[in-house]
């Protein structure tokens, strides 16, 4: 037995010696942690938090849309609906969720005792969840992009270069914790691959989000003072507004993708072949990374369809190499995971199936993340007249709903280990198969909408679009229901009294090795790794020896 | 439950070093897209108004010399901490470390001394707002950077001279800022 006894209640209190009915210490106690589990817990609720309020958001855009003319909500707050929409989406609720679960997994899984760092990772979500509230006092108070107060924009920027600052801080806290807290024996091509992905996410965003900090350095400056180089608060998003559009958006959804190469082997009970490959493909997703660096969003290709020939080739290579680089690498990477995904889960040589709903709903997000990003290569053909309609902000709620699918079935996985409890899996199905649902009417008919020309914003002329309108409120309204059921469920999971168990998932990796829920410092001995799948190590002899005993 | 063979006590895997290098990355990717802005605005006003410090505005460039070659300085100071810890050395260590946060403060009067100098208004149209972003994101990083020394110097004087990562760390970080202080002077003080 290498693990230490725990209960429920020693790991909630976090850092200090409280009472359970204490109830001043036990807060205190969250707010001051820096076990990685709670840090990682408050990331999670608040982005939960977050994603309750940009869904509802999307509800209110999606009436709004229900009759392109008519006006449903006050017309003085909907450049602020349309602010809180896209800030919504990525800062509230994409980042914050896989920074969850990047913060409360990777280091069980690398059988580390505490993430690297562990006061900047609390801090950081701290400035985050700071950032958060200042960016939603501003939007309320009349600031954003095209707000009518001044000081309310500066808020708005500030508050939105304190998240960029609280997240960048957690995720050098990650990417550190993965360089050098691995156990004994996990080399690099060793450590699970949602902990790989974590490590490509956090480099990226430790590239891309300083970017975004010293543009709005500039911004905050400029606007308060002169206005005449960055065009006042309207060039807000001309100049950071590739954040919260593709492809920078592929490189947070990067953990999501790694659920499915983690989740696949657990189903199918066998070892992940060609791991190269899969680090490759989670890597070449990275490359989105590059759209944020050079702070770029759409990597035009501006041809005709008369003038697909040979024509100016040189031009066109100049036009193709971006376009390909920045678009078709992310979507090459996911293909390499699908096919060691595939690969993992073919029959034959032992492979058993053990269903997982955490693995559905990470299939499932896989699924919409890929659909997000072939839409994406779409999107920046001028040829097709996408570009300013509904059609990017289609592939921006595949990607996030996706990863908000697959950030859900990492809370399903990892419930055993953050609070010692299984949420049901017959109640979780359903949920699976409404949020599927609900990302697909949510996001699909905007992409046909796109192609009939349906402006970005809420308002257009034409009465054949309202159907895909109507279709694509239904759509978030099942998402909605998504979310609150599975709030619901969660909030139901944690008043289980049931014993887990330590490995309910008959895993394959260092976190399960440990008792559930697991201890303030995780492991009492840092185990010894000879493979990539260590606990299976263990099973497979401990199998042998038991044959061989007979 | 299975039961895992226990390792040794795990190796120091330097810890604050890899996170000093993820620091310095990220420090180099705020400047070195607050200069490329920079270069991209100025290349817009040039050709739009034919000029970007504003008229009757002077950048001086003696201060900013002083604070390139300064510069030279705090590394030396920085690998000297590095070479005297390495061996146990700890009057030259924390003479070192001194000596490191005294050039420090001398960069951070130095730009003071630039802003009294030139005399602008954070107001005073696009340069002066960018010219005090891009600097005053700099002096923040030097501030950073003399607090590092500061702890690094106290944990080797409080008795954990065993610690020389912190030491290495800390150089690598002045070795950041060095580089980033380089690509400021280039594009702002010299081609302004």
């Known amino acids: 037995m290498t693990t230490i006894e725990s209960s429920p209640e020693a790991v909630a209190t976090g850092d200090l010696d409280v009472d359970a009915g204490d109830a001043v210490g036990a807060v205190t106690g969250i707010f001051t942690s820096t076990d990685h589990k709670v840090t990682g817990r408050l990331y999670l609720a608040g982005g939960l938090l977050g994603l309750i309020a940009t869904v509802t958001i999307n509800v209110l855009i999606a009436i709004e849309r229900l009759d392109g003319t008519d006006v449903v909500l006050d017309v003085e707050v909907l450049p602020q609906i349309i602010d809180a929409q896209y800030v919504g989406l990525v800062f509230a609720t994409l980042l914050p969720l896989v920074m969850a679960a990047c913060v409360y997994a990777v280091p069980l899984q690398l059988g580390a005792r505490s993430i690297a760092f562990p006061r900047l990772a609390s801090s950081g979500f701290w400035m985050w969840f700071g950032g958060l509230v200042l960016t939603t006092i501003a939007l309320i108070g009349n600031g954003g992009s095209l707000g009518g107060d001044a000081d309310a924009v500066d808020l708005f920027i500030a508050g939105m270069g304190l998240m960029a600052v609280g997240i960048t801080a957690t995720a050098g806290a990650v990417a550190t914790s993965i360089l050098t807290t691995r156990a004994p024996g996990m080399t690099m091509r060793r450590i699970p691959p949602f902990s790989w992905s974590a490590l490509v996410f956090s480099l990226g965003v430790i590239l891309v989000m300083p ?117 078709a690498l992310p979507v090459l990477g996911m293909l390499l995971v699908l096919l060691v995904v595939l690969q993992t889960a073919r029959p034959g040589d032992g492979s058993r199936f053990k269903f997982s709903p955490a693995a559905l709903f990470a299939f499932f997000g896989f699924g919409m993340i890929l659909v997000g990003m ?133 895993a394959q990796t260092l976190e399960w090795a440990t008792t559930s829920p697991a201890p303030r410092d995780n492991f009492v001995d840092v185990p010894v790794v000879h493979s990539a799948e260590p606990l299976l190590d263990l099973k497979t002899a401990s199998t042998s020896n038991d044959g061989s005993n007979a | 439950m299975h039961a895992l063979p226990a390792a040794p006590a795990p190796a120091p895997q330097r810890q604050v070093l890899v996170g000093a290098s993820l620091a310095v990355v990220a420090m180099v990717m705020l400047t070195g897209s607050m200069l490329a802005v920079w270069a991209l605005q100025r290349r817009e006003a ?42 146990n050395d700890r009057p030259h260590t924390v003479l070192a470390l001194g000596c490191t946060a005294l050039v420090a403060l001398l960069v951070i009067n130095a730009q003071a001394f630039v802003y009294h100098r030139m005399g602008l208004g ?16 700099f002096m923040l990083l030097m501030i950073i950077g003399l607090l590092f020394t500061v702890v690094a110097a106290f944990r080797y004087i409080g008795g954990r001279s065993g610690d020389q990562e912190i030491i290495v760390s800390h150089a690598i970080y002045w070795y950041g800022m060095s580089a980033i202080f380089a690509a400021i002077w280039f594009l702002v003080y010299v081609t302004k």
């Open chain 2, 122 to 137: 954070v107001g005073d149209g696009t340069y002066a707002a960018m010219f005090y972003a891009i600097t005053g994101m």
């Open chain 1, 374 to 506: 072939l839409g994406n290569m779409l999107h920046a053909a001028d040829d097709l007249g996408l570009q300013g309609t509904v059609f990017e902000e289609a592939t921006l709620v595949y990607v996030v709903y996706g990863a908000v699918l697959a950030a859900m079935g990492a809370t399903i996985h990892w419930a055993p280990k953050l609070w010692g409890a299984k949420i049901d899996t017959g109640k979780v199905l359903p949920l699976a198969l409404l949020g599927l649902t609900g990302t697909i009417l949510a996001a699909f008919p905007m992409y046909i909408a796109g192609f009939l020309d349906q402006p970005a914003g809420v308002s257009y002329v034409d009465d054949d679009l309202a159907i895909w309108n109507i279709i694509a409120l239904v759509g978030h309204a099942f998402m909605s229901l998504t979310v609150l059921g599975f709030v619901g469920l969660l909030l139901l999971s944690t008043r289980h009294d049931e014993a887990v168990g330590d490995d309910p998932w008959d």
């Open chain 2, 46 to 87: 040039i050709d739009s108004t034919g000029s970007w410090v504003p008229d009757g505005t002077t950048v001086p460039e003696v201060p900013t010399n002083v604070i390139l070659i300064a510069f030279v300085g705090i590394c030396v100071f920085g690998q000297w901490a590095v070479w005297s810890a390495k061996r």
């Open chain 1, 211 to 327: 970017v975004l900090v010293g543009t709005l350095a500039y911004l905050f400056l400029d606007h308060r003072n002169a206005r005449t180089g960055f065009g006042g608060n309207e060039g807000i998003f001309v100049w950071v507004g590739w954040i919260v559009t593709q492809p920078v958006t592929f490189l947070f959804a990067i953990p999501a993708v790694g659920m499915l190469a983690e989740l696949t082997p657990v189903v199918f009970g066998r070892r992940t072949p060609v791991r190269g490959i899969l680090f490759s493909g989670l890597a070449l997703i990275g490359v989105a990374a590059l759209a944020g660096v050079t702070q770029q969003n759409i990597q035009n290709l501006p041809w005709a369809g008369s003038q697909l020939n040979v024509d100016d080739l040189e031009t066109k290579v100049r036009d193709l190499v971006p376009f390909l680089l920045f678009n």
